[in-house]
């Protein structure tokens, strides 16, 4: 099983991808178009099952020809949304024994499907931005990590914290190799109003674990760095929390990002976005 996110990619063997025993999570975690592939071949599966059992028995259904399973077809997706047009009904009891499991499969289905789609729409996400490339630049003198985000809502978000660790290979003295997780230490690590961006910043001084690295030693480390970022959104009045990965071809040193915060004509602060990741 592939694991990735970003800048982190792994894969997993010895776990099942899909664990049947726990369908609520695989239902929200699938994507939007497996999401809906998944209803869409579940809908067809259950009424092709039921057409086939009105097309088994013939007399079954009013008007419906024997081996019709095209119009099986259709009379049980009308049944299955409790929908009726009067041509077709059942008209013996293994019709209507067929019939009435269907509407309950049907009820069942609706009720899910339904609840599974407000989930869906209603979990909140977040939208923050995040800057391509992280830069190792002096910052007042001194060698500093920065990566820069921005808000990308129209609402404010609040009480942002922010989070970095680095993952770096290591062979221990016996020979063994191990990912070392390390926590950056930010020179500000919360920010009460997150309105437009922010560039986060860690000193790569002497208690850094940055500190004398090279491009190929973070290349040669396989070094990834883990940004987490929580705030709270003031339209939704709930907290949201996104994650971003970078890998050491991500990690540029000498460069700086270019301006992407000015003051217009009028005195207001304008934050152009699509400036975020551009770096000079």
């Known amino acids: 099983m592939r694991v990735r996110h970003n800048a982190f990619d ?60 095209l119009r099986a077809f259709f009379f049980s997706l009308e049944t299955l949304a409790t929908v009726g047009y009067g041509e077709m009904a059942p008209a013996s009891t293994y019709g209507h024994v067929v019939a009435g499991v269907e509407i309950v499969f049907g009820m069942a289905f609706t009720a899910i499907f339904t609840g599974l789609l407000f989930v869906r729409f209603s979990r909140p996400r977040a939208k923050i931005l995040f800057a ?22 129209l609402t404010m978000l609040t009480h942002a914290l922010a989070s970095l660790t680095m993952l770096v290979l290591e062979v221990s003295d016996e020979g063994q190799s191990f ?13 009460p109003l997150f309105p437009l961006t922010w560039t986060l910043m860690h000193v790569v001084d002497g208690a850094s674990p940055l ?70």
């Open 10 to 69: 792994l894969r997993k063997t010895g776990v099942a991808r899909f664990d049947l025993r726990d369908p609520y999570h695989l239902a929200v975690s699938l994507s939007w178009p497996a999401f809906i592939a998944g209803a869409l071949g579940a809908l067809l599966a259950i009424n092709a099952v039921f057409a086939s059992l009105y097309a088994l028995r013939p007399g079954a259904v009013q008007n419906l020809a024997a081996g019709d399973v």
């Open 132 to 153: 391509d490339k992280a830069v190792i630049a002096p910052h007042n003198g001194v060698p500093t990590l920065m990566i820069r985000i921005a808000n990308g809502r």
């Open 179 to 191: 990912r070392s997780a390390r926590d950056l230490r930010l020179a500000r690590n919360h920010l």
């Open 211 to 280: 500190s004398g690295l090279t491009a190929k030693d973070l290349e040669a480390g396989q070094v990834r760095l883990f940004l987490g970022v929580e705030a709270r959104d003031a339209g939704l009045g709930v907290v949201v929390q996104d994650l971003t990965a970078y890998d050491d071809r991500q990690i540029v040193f000498g460069k700086r990002y270019s301006d992407a915060v000015s003051i217009d004509e009028a005195g207001h602060t304008v934050a152009d976005l699509s400036r975020l990741s551009l770096i000079e």
